[in-house]
């Protein structure tokens, strides 16, 4: 045998939405925004959905050189009354 197969779960929500981080930019750590709530309105559904189709193309792949158990997108800013979806929303790897 040449390389491991592992069997995992993809991610049950792979879409999160954050509130804005607290925190000072001259500091040592690395706030992160608290996790929110949030209504699953038709544009949250289809960033999920993106998401979802991205992660079992990748589960029907081999892998090599690390390990990916699907993709998380991670919104931030979500108490901004600004906010449309549009703020943060990068793809973070889960292993």
């Not at 069997?7 to 706030?31: C, H, I, M």
């Not at 906010?83 to 790897?93: A, E, P, Q, T, V």
Request: charged share 30%; aromatic share 14%.
């Amino acid at each position: 045998m040449d390389h491991f197969e592992f069997e995992y779960d993809l991610p049950k929500q792979p879409l999160e939405l954050r509130a804005r981080k607290v925190g000072s930019f001259y500091t040592n750590t690395k706030p992160t925004g608290r996790p929110m709530e949030f209504e699953r309105t038709p544009i949250a559904e289809q960033i999920e959905s993106v998401v979802r189709k991205l992660n079992e193309f990748f589960a029907k792949q081999t892998l090599r050189g690390g390990s990916h158990e699907g993709y998380v997108r991670i919104f931030q800013n979500g108490d901004d009354p600004h906010f449309r979806w549009n703020m943060g929303g990068r793809l973070y790897s889960q292993h």
